[in-house]
């Protein structure tokens, strides 16, 4: 496809369950970003792969979040145990090299009840 | 202290009016500027880089002023259609993410 295409778009789960997102970025862009945003707040950064590896994961709030980009391509979020504070919707972004403009998905709105 | 604060608004202008937005930054060791446009319950998008020379697009203008670390959005004419949320965006020299402000929300009222 033409752009950033993230699934599921919404998703529900019951708290303490697994959940993953999917984000398919654009074709050849390297730089893969998942951000988060909650309702009236900009998007705050999850973690950045340039290709296969996750270059700064800095942004990842506790070890029950994961991701990877195994191929150097499409990239997973793992979040592991749910909690209600998790609900947002996180947004997935490519670029073709780290500082140029991002590219982002529509994004996945997840709701922990 | 946040990387990146805008007044959040709401604006809510007239057709036709002209409407200014600012975003200061803190770190110094910016090096990437832009403004994103988000839609209610859409992703963001680019709306334009900002260049330190200030550049221009149609109905809007962008500055950077280094000194003082703020970047602007003018919209002039504005339309029913501009109505939505800017985010103000920095990458910081170095660093690969992104930083967002919370976003400024614009409503063009008929």
């Known amino acids: 496809g033409a752009g950033v295409s993230q699934t599921p778009s919404n998703k529900v789960t019951e708290k303490g369950k697994y959940v993953e997102l999917r984000c398919d970025p654009i074709?050849?862009?390297?730089?893969l970003y998942w951000y988060r945003q909650s309702l009236g707040q900009g998007p705050e950064f999850l973690i950045y792969?340039?290709?296969?590896?996750?270059?700064?994961d800095s942004g990842l709030p506790n070890d029950r979040f994961f991701a990877v980009r195994p191929e150097g391509s499409v990239s997973t979020l793992k979040i592991q145990r749910t909690e209600r504070g998790d609900s947002a919707v996180y947004l997935c972004?490519?670029?073709?090299?780290?500082?140029?403009?991002?590219?982002f998905g529509q994004g996945t709105r997840l709701t922990v009840v | 202290r946040k990387e990146v604060e805008q007044d959040p608004g709401p604006f809510n202008v007239p057709e036709g009016a002209t409407v200014a937005f600012n975003c200061t930054y803190s770190?110094?060791?910016?090096?990437?500027f832009f403004w994103y446009r988000q839609d209610c319950r859409k992703e963001p998008k680019l709306l334009m880089s900002?260049?330190?020379s200030g550049n221009e697009d149609g109905r809007f203008t962008a500055q950077l002023n280094r000194a003082s670390q703020y970047i602007s959005l003018l919209i002039r004419d504005s339309k029913l259609s501009d109505s939505a949320t800017y985010l103000c965006?920095?990458?910081?020299?170095?660093?690969?993410?992104?930083?967002f402000g919370t976003g400024t929300s614009l409503t063009v009222i008929p």
């Open positions: 770190n110094s060791a910016s090096q990437s």
């Open positions: 972004a490519s670029s073709p090299y780290g500082v140029a403009e991002a590219f």
């Open positions: 965006v920095v990458n910081i020299g170095g660093r690969h993410q992104f930083y």
């Open positions: 074709s050849g862009h390297t730089a």
């Open positions: 792969f340039q290709g296969t590896g996750a270059a700064d």
């Open positions: 900002v260049y330190s």
